[in-house]
């Protein structure tokens, strides 16, 4: 009797699991990069709508740590961030320079890249003059 009763709540507990699973709408980690309207950004295949933080470990991280060097170097170097090293790990040194990033821009200094970031820092490289045109 009691075999069946742990057998029974077992079986109730795998049925229940995918309900318990992280919601759908949770942003994958980027993972890469890709234009979009016009500018380079990181995301998780083609899709932008991604997110990074620290510990993530990716080449949507090296993208974002590529961009922050080129494009706020010399806002970077004011606040002692610059250069970040292009080595794709999601640190304390990336976070940092990306809330400096963020803050700059007037928007939450999180930390964290989503898509108030991601529309936000969306730039061209150019070639001469300035480093980067914001679009």
């Keep these: 009797m009691r075999i069946r009763r742990v057998a029974a709540a077992v079986a109730a507990a795998i049925a229940v699991s995918p309900l318990l699973a992280a919601p759908a709408y949770a942003a994958s980690t980027c993972n890469t990069w890709r234009t ?3 500018a380079y950004v990181p995301s998780y295949g083609t899709n932008v709508s991604c997110q990074m933080r ?4 990716s080449n949507g991280v090296l ?3 590529q ?4 494009c706020y170097e010399e806002m970077l170097r004011n606040r002692q961030l610059y ?3 292009l080595d794709g790990n999601f640190g304390g040194r990336t976070e940092s320079a990306l809330k400096a990033v963020q803050s700059f821009h ?3 200094a999180d930390g964290i890249y989503g898509g108030q970031t991601r529309d936000t820092m ?3 490289r150019s070639g001469g003059g300035m480093p980067c045109v914001y679009v």
């Design 63 to 65: 993208q974002l740590q």
């Design 122 to 124: 969306r730039h061209q």
């Design 67 to 70: 961009s922050m060097n080129i």
């Design 106 to 108: 007037g928007i939450t």
């Design 36 to 38: 979009y309207l016009g």
């Design 54 to 57: 620290r510990g993530n470990v």
């Design 83 to 85: 250069p970040l090293g």
